[in-house]
């Protein structure tokens, strides 16, 4: 009877620590966050009129929106919205041209041509906010361990004290800590 206790007792130990080691070896998981960070900013607008109606009897008063603004920016700034007159107008895309994007809001009223004073908001960075935990350095670049896929190389857009913003990962990825 003794000798089947020290058994028992050197099976339970047995199985405890192989409980606890297989609990040590699964990692905490983390999900990246959506960084987008905007800012307002002052900018010149270009006031274009729009062509006449050919039938100008359906507003003899001259209410009907006559006008749009135009900003250029540079093709790798996104702006989100402009900002005029205290009304936020929606932007969007017209055309492209060499490292410029031309954007332009719905049609507005104005009584003047030429240049306008307005705000834009501008979304600064695209990506996914890591902990500095998550990110690890390996012969000059940055690797995430992706649970579903591995190993999976990222560019880092911008540092701060608890973390990255990375692109290269989706955002509902699930990420093992190493």
């Known amino acids: 009877m003794d000798n089947l206790t020290k058994y028992l007792a050197l099976l339970l130990i047995g199985i405890a620590i192989a409980l606890g080691i297989l609990k040590f070896q699964k990692r905490p998981t983390i999900h990246p966050v959506e960084a987008n960070t905007t ?21 003899p008063l ?26 936020t107008l929606p ?3 017209v055309k492209k ?11 507005i009223h104005l ?8 705000e834009v908001e501008l979304r600064l960075s695209h990506g996914l906010f890591v902990p500095k935990e998550a990110l690890v350095k390996e012969k000059g670049g940055y690797y995430v361990i992706d649970k579903a896929r591995g190993k999976r190389p990222v ?24």
Do not use: C, W
Not at 40 to 59: E, H
Not at 155 to 164: A, D, H, L, N
């Open 39 to 59: 800012i307002k900013t002052p900018y010149q607008a270009t006031i274009r009129k729009l062509p006449a109606p050919k039938d100008t009897k359906g507003d």
């Open 155 to 178: 560019t880092v857009i911008k540092r701060s004290p608890k973390g990255y913003i990375v692109s290269g990962i989706e955002k509902n990825a699930t990420l093992l800590l190493p």
């Open 62 to 87: 001259g209410l009907r929106p006559d006008s749009v603004l135009l900003i250029a920016m540079p093709s790798d700034v996104e702006p989100k919205a402009l900002h005029f007159k205290d009304r």
């Open 111 to 118: 009584d003047r041509t030429g240049r306008a004073a307005v």
């Open 97 to 107: 041209e060499n490292n410029r994007s031309i954007y332009q809001t719905p049609p």
């Open 91 to 93: 932007l969007r895309l």
